[in-house]
């Protein structure tokens, strides 16, 4: 499945929260999804995920700023690099110069941009990504 947004489209129906990313074309992450254990070592190897500490599938999905599903790999055995599948799955020659690609932490894929597409990996904190004033808030009226 692919049916990614041209930058204009993009731009159309881009939400309130990026009004800081306003070139924010894609969202990308790599996905696990728990499989049987294969019959085989050699397939046992393969698709045992260090990171899920189980065997699984991996697949790229990317989806534009407003919520939309946009891309879908093929799945990888679950040891495959998400940089490796990154590669493997074309979603890098969709982008043009100008675009910004968010990504995960895991994402080291700037060597693999063509030139003038940026890549923006976001700070993380700790288990949760989003940080407010109000999650301050929260906290105060929990404890009292």
């Not at 989806?63 to 940089?83: E, H, Q, R, W």
């Not at 074309?90 to 693999?112: E, P, Q, R, T, Y």
Request: glycine content about 6%.
């Amino acid at each position: 499945m692919n049916s990614i947004l041209s930058q204009q489209k993009n731009k159309a129906c881009l939400p309130s929260v990026f009004n800081n990313f306003m070139n924010c074309r894609m969202i990308l992450d790599c996905t696990e999804i728990h499989t049987a254990i294969p019959s085989t070592m050699e397939l046992q190897k393969l698709t045992y995920s260090n990171y899920k500490h189980r065997n699984t599938l991996k697949g790229l999905v990317g989806i534009a700023p407003n919520g939309v599903l946009t891309f879908c790999s093929l799945l990888y055995p679950g040891s495959t690099y998400d940089k490796q599948i990154v590669k493997h799955s074309g979603v890098i020659d969709v982008f043009n110069s100008g675009d910004l690609i968010l990504a995960d932490k895991g994402s080291l894929i700037s060597d693999l941009l063509p030139e003038g597409v940026s890549l923006n990996i976001p700070p993380f904190l700790g288990e949760t990504s989003i940080y407010t004033k109000s999650s301050d808030e929260n906290i105060d009226y929990s404890e009292s």
